[in-house]
């Protein structure tokens, strides 16, 4: 039989228990979702650490852990993620940033570490930054890609250099001085200074470029700094290791931010961003939904990322939290439902809407297969799916459950 | 205290939920097994990976790990099995096969891998055929040995050869061209010529023997072919981690077919194919029961091996396998449940009977002691013991969990 797998990724989606709000329940476990909640009750659940006990992930590692490659070996830094995600055509060695565009002060104060997220005439700085950017390449003998992606945000990625190894000079706070770029290692010292030449450079081209003028009539405050971290080293997955040569699926992720199409394509994953996506609670459900549909018939596993679920943490909103679980439920898996033979739920990690913040607790799973042996939680959430048959597992395990579902599972011994 | 411990194996136990038969239930689920279920009353619970999460296992890797053995340190093919439970007393560095003594076509077409399961003829063939044997021997300086096993079954043993790295000829498929022995490094050039020789050799003798003429007057396809796989190459257990060495218990192994007895030969322990033990369904569980009884007074612990709920799985009937599983209650386990002081059952691997094949789904495990922290389980079965208190855990963890609930497990620190 070709089963058709459909992987939903909920993002953040395991959270605290709330007492103000829910009795002490977790946004999931309040919310209604009889559609996710049916299919549950013929799945096998559990929880997922998805990196490993006692240890939050990050989106990066969480997601590479989902997709079945161990974080402590495939993890190289953030910035490639974001560059892939943005469509550049990484080489070998080649080094990654992500990029704030920034506010910085005459003295060198950070005003705004994401210019007021308004990224009104960014594009036109670059553009003709390029010369300057022409001349860094010569002198050092490097190229150098700048590419703005959604609202503040950028991949700086150079080619040409030895070591990725330098001093982040975002320190996500603001009203202090920028610091110059500082290698952590002898072989890092020409990155340190091809970034400080180039970051140089572009404080003064940027500043006195005629955009910030405009933008200080709309009553903005200047792009002039390019804030990078996450530096990483583009060091491609071996080919035999590639999500097709390794699980022998076909598989394409679908989500709305580069990050996420970034960690897929660095596996070897096709990616599809559908229209309407935009990773924020306004997304439309229904074009995903209608996307992993459609993608089913040339995909035998089809991944599908949902963003909000976070940034509602993050915020600190656990009843909106709960609202746009009942809203997924609705606009999208009552579509789906029906349309796969294989059905996981998990997510990439929780994320704590009292705090804010990332955290370790394990994240539910359910996996919903014709032939299973199915356990007796009827809810998917944190404190029903611990009940399940699968038990406690880590991020990797899940892909090697899948095709055991499957028939396709590894064989050691005979 | 001088514990006596039953280890009871049941191959294949584990099972996939059948909608059709059982509500949903798995065989073990559906079993009616009194006997084993007032002793799973008083025990400790589990579920069990044999190998790892994910991962299938075939019988050989699943029983090193049910004793003690990691096989991804200890396996090295299953052909040392075979020749071990047969008997042959094997040298470090010689190199095993499993052989299928089958019928080839004029042409060099498979026509039946296992020549009808009948070994009628086999022996004599054998016999007749050590003088070509000797031949091969002495133009490549090496030794050989022959030995039929169970109906089409045997082994072959090379010895004075490096390498086992030949790719096998047994493609487990019939009505293609039987293909020659091919080295798959440098070193394995000798061991596929010494190989190629003799089955040629095999073939021309074999066809030509007269006992094929009387096989055909019964209507019976010729025997002229020895199929070879499972290559390996026999590198004992150190002696200091030997059965006894390692675990300081003595130990007994009672099985039916001689790969489970080649296995537990391996890793030291004694062994005992009692009368009347085939195998199959029609194995005498009694005779098992009375041997496992008798050994006890000799031995620490007695490893006891049931293979039918495998066969049964394989050949994809879930009835008869239930049926089997209530015979091994009142046959058996009646007979034993209060004969030893430590009572352990579990399986070396989940067998599908809907699919027919090994699965790396979990297998149910309970530990019966005196002392101990019996669990609210009630029956021994996939979604009962999976809230037992032992959680999940691997193969190669139940024989320390056995030794801590004799006061024998290993100590670290002070």
Same mark, same amino acid.
């Given at each position: 039989m070709n089963y058709k797998i459909l992987f939903l990724i909920l993002d953040g989606i395991g959270d605290h228990g709330n007492r103000e709000l829910f009795y002490g329940k977790t946004p999931l476990e309040a919310a209604k979702k009889p559609n996710i909640d049916k299919l549950c009750r013929n799945s096998e659940c559990g929880l997922v650490y998805p990196v490993d006990i006692g240890v939050v992930p990050g989106s990066d590692t969480g997601h590479l852990a989902l997709l079945g490659y161990d974080p402590y070996k495939y993890y190289r830094g953030r910035g490639i993620f974001e560059a892939l995600g943005l469509g550049i055509n990484l080489e070998p060695g080649d080094i990654a940033f992500r990029v704030n565009f920034a506010t910085v002060s005459e @003295?060198?104060? %950070?005003? @705004?570490r994401r210019a007021q997220r308004n990224d009104f005439g960014i594009e036109n700085i670059l553009s003709d930054f390029k010369g300057i950017v022409e001349n860094v390449e010569e002198e050092y003998n490097v190229e150098i890609i700048i590419k703005k992606g959604v609202e503040h945000r950028g991949v700086l990625v150079i080619r040409g250099l030895d070591s990725e190894k330098v001093k982040e000079i975002d320190k996500h706070k603001e009203n202090e001085k920028v610091s110059k770029v500082e290698p952590l290692e002898e072989g890092a010292k020409k990155t340190a200074e091809v970034l400080n030449t180039l970051l140089e450079n572009f404080y003064k081209f940027a500043n006195n470029h005629e955009i910030n003028k405009e933008r200080k009539n709309l009553g903005l405050l200047p792009v002039n700094y390019m804030l990078i971290r996450g530096s990483s080293k583009f060091i491609p997955v071996p080919e035999k290791e590639l999500f097709y040569e390794k699980y022998n699926l076909k598989g394409i992720f679908i989500a709305g931010a580069p990050m996420y199409l970034g960690v897929a394509k660095y596996v070897g994953l096709d990616t599809y961003k559908p229209p309407g996506a935009t990773g924020t609670v306004n997304t439309s459900l229904i074009s995903k939904a209608e996307a992993a549909i459609k993608k089913r018939d040339e995909y035998d596993i089809v991944f599908t990322h949902i963003k909000a679920t976070d940034s509602l943490s993050h915020d600190r909103k656990p009843k909106e939290k709960k609202n746009f679980i009942e809203r997924v439920d609705e606009d999208f898996f009552s579509r789906v439902k029906e349309e796969f033979d294989i059905i996981v739920v998990t997510g990439d990690h929780s994320t704590s809407s009292i705090w804010g913040m990332h955290i370790p607790d394990p994240v539910p799973l359910m996996i919903y297969s014709p032939i299973n042996r199915k @356990?007796?939680?009827?809810?998917?959430a944190e404190r029903k799916c611990?009940?399940? %048959?699968?038990?406690h597992i880590k991020g990797t395990s899940i892909i090697k459950i899948i095709l055991s579902k499957i028939g396709k599972a590894e064989w050691f011994g005979t």
């Open positions: @003295d060198g104060t %950070i005003l @705004d @356990d007796s939680v009827k809810n998917f611990h009940k399940g %048959i699968l038990g």
